[in-house]
């Protein structure tokens, strides 16, 4: 009876360790391989590959990696995944942070809760973001979106649509923005920002630009080289400008209000766009035939 009970426990010993082996070999994958999983404690099914983490989880699959710290609950064969608890994730030059993390698959995610994506210079924030890797492609949901720049330069809105390949950006439901090197605000329904090169930002339906001072209105507004000395606004539809001129010994450092918004607002079409409005718009732009005579 004795050598019984010691052949048992003897056994239970073995399967044990072979258990506690095929979870670390898991936890702890080879350098080459592409999905593993590592985690203070692992429930793991391996013919599902269903799996269960509890603590610090750290998720690598394809050269990204994305550690939570409360814990996930993941499938090893179809590389799906809830991550929570706070987390981050890292691939190439995308960072991302967010309360959950769900990985719909390997290249489709939802970060949900003060999510924040980075990319290159450009930050996305919003409730929850949508990201398609393969297509770099980000979308909003939650009602609030935050799009800005390591210049100090943002777009808020409802919601934004990211293609961040292209680097255009579509912002719907109460845009508001400010160009930092211009020092300009602005505002409208819907906004269309291009980061490309010199790049431009078009607002449109109750658009509306304000810089030193000065205010520019209309159904449209198109604003050229945003990230250059020297942009310039174009306006279309019930245009509407209010501009307080300078004293003379004043100087204006790189006016985003051109001359043709200017002569826009006048009815005026057949011009040639200047940065600098209060050099190359005079007061006789503006004088009416009874101020003439």
Known sequence: MKKSKVMLTVLIG????????????????????????????????????????????????????AVAQGGSTFNSKNRTGHLYGGVVADKEDNHLKSDELIMYTDKFVSAVGNAILTKGDKTLKAHRVDYHDDKQFAETLGGFAH??????????????????????ADATGGVTMENKPQKM?????RAIYNSKETGYIELIGNAK???????????????????????????????????YPKEDNESIDNPAFGEGAVLMANGQTNFNPESNMLDQVKAEDFATEDTKA
């Not at 209105?217 to 501009?243: C, E, F, W």
């Open 14 to 65: 073995c399967m044990t360790v072979v258990m506690l082996h095929c979870i670390a070999a898991f936890a702890a994958p080879a350098k080459d391989a592409k999905y593993s999983v590592d985690a203070v404690e692992i429930e793991y099914d391996m013919k599902s590959g269903d799996g269960t983490t509890t603590g610090k989880t750290t998720i690598k699959h394809d050269g990204g990696v």
């Open 185 to 189: 605000t602005g505002s409208g329904d």
């Open 209 to 243: 630009a304000t810089q030193d001072g000065n205010t520019v209105t209309g159904d449209k507004l198109r604003i050229t080289n945003v990230s250059g000395p020297d942009s310039k606004t174009h306006a279309q539809g019930n245009v509407v400008m209010v501009y």
């Open 147 to 168: 799009l800005s720049s390591v210049d100090g330069s943002w777009l808020s809105a409802g919601k934004i649509v990211y293609d961040m390949k292209s680097g255009v």
